[in-house]
């Protein structure tokens, strides 16, 4: 289970959003030999000789065993495909935008590891699983989202207690706010993509199981740590 980026064959999920596009630039600096950007449009991923467009819908179990069976060669699978609705947990007309975030945020990185568990036992890979620190504490504002981070966060867990023993490390981020899309309505302070993906990496190569990543979820682990009650009703005070 090597902790290096270096020689690592990737899989990346969401290839297409902001902190893929700044993981993949920092997995290529740090001298990956291939990745797989895969996304449902990949009509503006640009293709180099360490860089193959993989067509990937996350919900789809035939695209997962297909996207297996291509990768068979991976070492590092990157769940970084997410939704984020920003809807309180009783705002939404009906329970839509819930069963969105729960398929693509938790069932969509269970299929893909589910599909990927073969080839990274026999590669002796890991899986990198993009959550948030919101995973830990519920902020109401976004209550739905964070409710379907928490389920991946205890996959990443369950997971881990699965395939550690088979040779596969599983590894979760946990970030603070990162500027992108999703957080473009929030007016708080943001890391960029290129950092939050530096910091990603860093721990992933440090061997961290659990890497905060950038100072809001430093904070907020040191705060859950100390007195988790406070935390959470921080947040739900806005």
């Known amino acids: 289970m090597s902790a290096s980026i270096k020689d690592s064959v990737v899989v990346i999920t969401g290839a297409t959003g902001a902190i893929a596009k700044a993981l993949i630039a920092e997995l290529l600096a740090r001298g990956a030999a291939k990745i797989y950007a895969a996304a ?100 109401p504002i976004m209550g739905s989202y964070c409710a379907s981070k928490a389920a991946a966060l205890s996959l990443t867990q369950g997971l881990r207690g699965e395939l550690a023993p088979k ?33 990603i990496l860093d721990g992933y190569e440090a061997s961290e199981e659990d890497i905060y990543v950038g100072d809001m979820a430093k904070g907020l682990a040191a705060g859950l740590a100390h007195d988790h009650k406070a935390v959470e009703k921080q947040l739900a005070s806005g």
């Open 167 to 199: 040779g596969v490390r599983i590894v979760g981020a946990l970030p603070g706010a990162v500027d992108t899309r999703m957080t473009a309505g929030l007016p708080i302070p943001k890391m960029t993509p290129a950092d939050a993906a530096k910091d």
């Open 40 to 139: 449902r449009d990949i009509s503006g991923i640009a293709a180099s000789d360490k860089v193959v467009p993989l067509k990937l819908d996350v919900t789809s179990e035939a695209d997962a065993a297909a996207a297996a069976a291509l990768a068979s060669d991976a070492t590092l699978l990157i769940n970084n495909a997410g939704v984020n609705h920003n809807t309180a947990l009783l705002a939404a007309p009906d329970l839509a935008i819930a069963k969105e975030e729960i398929e693509i945020n938790y069932i969509a990185p269970l299929r893909l590891t589910r599909a990927f568990a073969p080839v990274l036992i026999k590669n002796q890979g890991a899986v990198l699983n993009i959550l948030t620190i919101l995973a830990r504490v519920n902020l």
